[in-house]
């Protein structure tokens, strides 16, 4: 399954909120999971089986979605946010999205 | 807690063989699988293969032909062999702990660069 992110690069003010999507090639039954991952840092997971939060991980961070279409929502952007984040699908075989990096205005 | 680290050549010549290890605390690999991810700067990541925990391996069909996942669970140690490396094999490699089919713990990640 070939997971494509939209869009690339989102810039957005802090207090926003932010969605980022991510679209398979087909049917991912809800097996989706959504890492943040900072400057030199390794991945962080944020998000499994599309909405369930991973201990520890602040309440603004959301996920949605169905099928073949996914979103990550952050209610109210902060400064820490600046990352690159990235989706990944655990249906068929193991695959990652190619990223939307996301910047403060 | 649970800890993964990775430890190997940050060098290796084209054609050559890339050997990793992954040592791990904080929990038994005998229980939880680990597997191998890895991401070329500026890209995103890759699975590369698992070791489950009752010693069985899965690898992804792009590499299955180069790659080699094996463990000493008395040393609490998963091994990554792959062979006939190319440039573009140049990344950072990661061991993570599995928690049901997604990644939730990660090693610090160690690059490997592939040039003669």
């Known amino acids: 399954i070939q997971l494509t992110q939209s869009p690339s690069l989102l810039s957005a003010s802090v207090g926003d909120r932010v969605t980022l999507s991510c679209k398979g090639s087909q049917n991912i039954n809800n097996y989706l999971a959504w890492y943040q991952q900072k400057l030199g840092e390794a991945p962080k997971l944020l998000i499994y089986n599309t909405n369930s939060l991973q201990t520890g991980i602040p309440s603004r961070f959301s996920g949605s979605g169905s099928g073949t279409d996914y979103t990550l929502t952050i209610s109210s952007l902060q400064p820490e946010d600046v990352a690159t984040y990235f989706c990944y699908q655990y249906n068929n075989g193991y695959t990652f999205g190619s990223g939307t990096k996301l910047e403060i205005k | 807690q649970v800890q993964l680290k990775e430890s190997g050549p940050g060098l290796v010549q084209p054609s050559e063989t890339l050997s990793l290890t992954c040592t791990v605390s904080g929990f038994s690999l005998t229980s939880y699988s680990v597997s191998w991810v890895r991401q070329p700067s500026g890209k995103g990541p890759e699975w590369m293969g698992k070791?489950?925990?009752?010693?069985?391996?899965a690898y992804n069909s792009v590499l299955k032909s180069r790659l080699s996942i094996s463990r000493d669970t008395s040393k609490n140690q998963v091994f990554l062999k792959m062979n006939s490396l190319q440039t573009d094999d140049t990344g950072t490699y990661y061991c993570?702990?599995?928690?049901?089919?997604?990644?939730?713990?990660w090693g610090q990640g160690t690059l490997v660069t592939v040039s003669s």
């Open positions: 070791m489950w925990y009752d010693g069985d391996t």
């Open positions: 993570t702990r599995d928690g049901g089919n997604w990644f939730a713990y």
